[in-house]
């Protein structure tokens, strides 16, 4: 089966501009995943979706992050304004009911200059 | 609340040495672990589960063990290759949501 597709690869922003990142989970995953993986850490979940709905958006910045789903299918996660410390490789990830199937995208590296 | 601890790296080893890489976690409840990889440039790899107390994963020579009485999952290959040079990631699931937490990684050098 086709992965977690994700675009762009890479984003070179100056701060205080927008940038948007597209995912597109595994065909039939109901959830959806953002998590961001600064340099030297781990990822940390940003936002869950259950179909098109937010699960737990806790730990989402939601003053310059946001996130949507619609349709219930691919995701758009969006930052505006970016800071410097949004440098960070932006993962998606999903699964199926019950957490089987569990698979992450390559990513999106953000660079803020 | 959720927490893993990985050893910190960077490990550098010779090709054919045995690899560990520490892991201990702290959780409530009952979660799973695991270990993913991430070569150069590219998306985490699932490499090994498990997902009850005493449960060995296993997987391209690497293997773990569950251990909860000392809330440990340490990531170990008996013989390591150039090919094995990544980073390597310790997570659990809790068992009362779908988040993962994550260690920090430990990055692996395997030297021919």
């Known amino acids: 089966e086709a992965g977690v597709a994700q675009s762009p690869r890479y984003k070179i922003i100056e701060k205080r501009q927008s940038v948007a990142f597209w995912c597109n989970p595994i065909s039939g995953h109901a959830t959806l995943y953002w998590y961001q993986q600064i340099l030297g850490q781990g990822p940390k979940l940003l936002i869950q979706f259950q179909n098109n709905g937010v699960v737990d958006d806790s730990q989402l910045p939601k003053d310059r992050f946001s996130a949507e789903r619609l349709k219930g299918v691919d995701s758009t996660l969006k930052i505006q304004p970016a800071k410097l410390e949004d440098s960070a490789v932006y993962l998606c990830?999903?699964?199926?009911?019950?957490?089987?199937?569990?698979?992450f995208g390559s990513g999106t590296r953000l660079t803020v200059v | 609340g959720n927490s893993v601890t990985q050893m910190e790296g960077p490990v550098t080893l010779s090709e054919e040495a045995f690899l560990t890489i520490n892991c201990t976690y702290t959780?409530?409840?009952?979660?799973?672990l695991f270990w993913y990889v991430q070569y150069p440039g590219e998306g985490l790899q699932l490499l090994l589960k498990?997902?009850?107390?005493?449960d060995k994963g296993s997987n391209k020579g690497f293997e773990a063990t569950y251990r909860k009485e000392t809330t440990s999952f340490h990531l170990e290959k008996g013989s390591v290759q150039v090919s094995d040079s990544a980073v390597y990631f310790c997570a659990l699931r809790s068992n009362t949501g779908n988040q993962f937490y994550f260690g920090t990684g430990t990055s692996l050098t395997v030297i021919p």
């Open positions: 959780a409530t409840g009952y979660p799973s």
């Open positions: 498990a997902t009850k107390a005493d």
């Open positions: 990830a999903s699964s199926r009911e019950g957490n089987y199937g569990y698979t």
